[in-house]
């Protein structure tokens, strides 16, 4: 079985955890695209771990690779695979598998990444991880992929044909060009470090696939943050929609048998772009607070807002889900009522579908519905029954508004506080 996970919203819908829960009956968890500007906390116990590019299905038996639509800052990877070993859990290379093809995070584009949002006149509020130059240098046929790096006469080489272009570019940007060469013999150590992990991914999968194994493809991010799809600018550098699984993954989509949308019971957004129903008062505030809604990779403030019908309607038609899991239901415990975005106005009609360009989604209005709320603390619930009616009734709204069946009920953060509806 193939499954294809991916955000509907802004990112930080809670995949971490739903991968985390649905991998316990997966033999593989792969992730297909961006890289450590996502972050995922997977809470087990007392125990929390957030992980920004090892697959969040560390947790279980499942193999993990990184897939080559990935870009990788093998800073941050063997700082992980260090972090889970002293925690007791060891990434072996019969655990974790990374692409050979991989595109290498240098530190000439996290510098570039900085130098170029400082200058924009219109900031996108990037995670400032480098993300938007290596993807760059995959496009334009510059990048260093993991092969490189793990040989370091292969590496050395490129190096010497990438720094001048690269020291030219960080000067012009008005930064230090030093950096493009200081970190070579970091870098070179990493190869090393990371070349027992090197795999064929795209292989890797066809043949668990021809064994009938279970394979799930994690996204990062979410829909309205893909590169074509998204509200651009205000966008990642990769695809983020489930189709994209296929085509960064080398895996064809006659081979996928399910699509999972996680999708949060309220939307929240880091960094610039429109957000129609942002609450920037009480209730802002009091989503940020309950949710916990600072950013897992930056640690941001999240802008937070009620749930956007439109916006999780374009992620239904963008992703094709057959199931939805619906996360973070508890943080709306105590608002009465609870609005619900069905439509905006824009230019004197009211739509149920958003605008293509960003520039016209800032100019809409949303349009509620009021629908009544619950006081009841429901984070101990065991059963989709045992919640009030009111939450019972505010989850089959959206189910109704989205006309995808809503499979998964979040509760609270940990592993055990899900409802299978
Ligand atoms: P970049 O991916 O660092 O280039 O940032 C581009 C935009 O995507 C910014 O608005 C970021 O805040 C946003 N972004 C990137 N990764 C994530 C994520 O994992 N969750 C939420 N927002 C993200």
């Avoid at 929390?48 to 639509?69: E, N, Q, W």
């Avoid at 991880?129 to 490129?158: P, Q």
Wanted: proline share 5%.
């Amino acid at each position: 079985m193939f499954t294809i996970l991916t955000g509907a919203q802004f990112g930080d819908e809670g995949k971490g955890k739903i991968v985390d829960l649905l991998s316990q009956d997966y033999d593989i968890v792969v992730r297909f695209q961006g890289g450590n500007n996502a972050g995922h906390t997977v809470i087990v116990g007392d125990d929390t771990y957030k992980l920004h590019l090892i697959p969040s299905g560390v947790l279980t038996d499942a193999r993990l690779l990184i897939g080559p639509g990935v870009v990788v800052d093998p800073r941050v990877l063997i700082q992980e695979i260090e972090m889970l070993k002293s925690a007791g859990i060891r990434v072996t290379p019969e655990k974790l598998g990374i692409d050979a093809k991989a595109s290498i995070i240098m530190p000439y584009h996290i510098e570039m990444d900085k130098l170029r949002e400082q200058r924009r006149t219109q900031k996108i509020g990037t995670t400032a991880r480098g993300i938007g130059f290596a993807y760059i240098d995959k496009i334009s046929r510059d990048e260093v992929r993991l092969a490189d790096l793990a040989h370091k006469n292969d590496f050395l080489a490129t190096m010497d044909e990438l720094a001048p272009q690269k020291e030219r570019a960080i000067l012009d940007l008005g930064g230090d060009p030093d950096v493009v060469r200081d970190s070579i013999p970091d870098y070179t150590g990493y190869g090393a470090i990371l070349k027992p992990y090197i795999t064929d991914v795209s292989y890797e999968l066809n043949i668990a696939l021809n064994h009938d194994m279970n394979v799930l493809a994690e996204g990062a991010q979410g829909a309205h943050l893909d590169i074509i799809h998204g509200t651009q600018k205000y966008v990642t550098s990769s695809s983020t929609v489930a189709g994209s699984a296929c085509a960064y993954l080398g895996v064809g989509p006659k081979r996928v048998d399910q699509v999972i949308g996680v999708v949060k019971a309220y939307i929240t957004r880091v960094g610039e772009g429109p957000l129609p129903t942002e609450q920037a008062g009480e209730i802002g505030d009091l989503l940020r607070e309950a949710g916990g809604e600072f950013g897992t990779t930056t640690g941001r403030p999240r802008r937070c807002g009620w749930f956007d019908a439109p916006l999780a309607r374009k992620a239904v038609y963008l992703n094709a889900y057959t199931g939805i899991a619906l996360t973070k239901l508890d943080v709306l415990t105590g608002i009465d009522p609870i609005r619900i975005c069905i439509g905006y106005e824009f230019d004197g009609q009211c739509n149920e579908y958003p605008p293509e360009l960003s520039s016209e989604l800032e100019r809409c209005v949303p349009v509620y519905e009021e629908v009544e709320g619950w006081d009841q603390d429901i984070s101990g619930a065991e059963d989709f029954s045992d919640l009030p009616a009111a939450a019972q009734g505010y989850v089959h709204r959206i189910e109704d508004l989205l006309g995808v069946t809503i499979q998964i009920v979040s509760v609270g953060p940990k592993r055990e506080q899900v409802l299978f509806v």
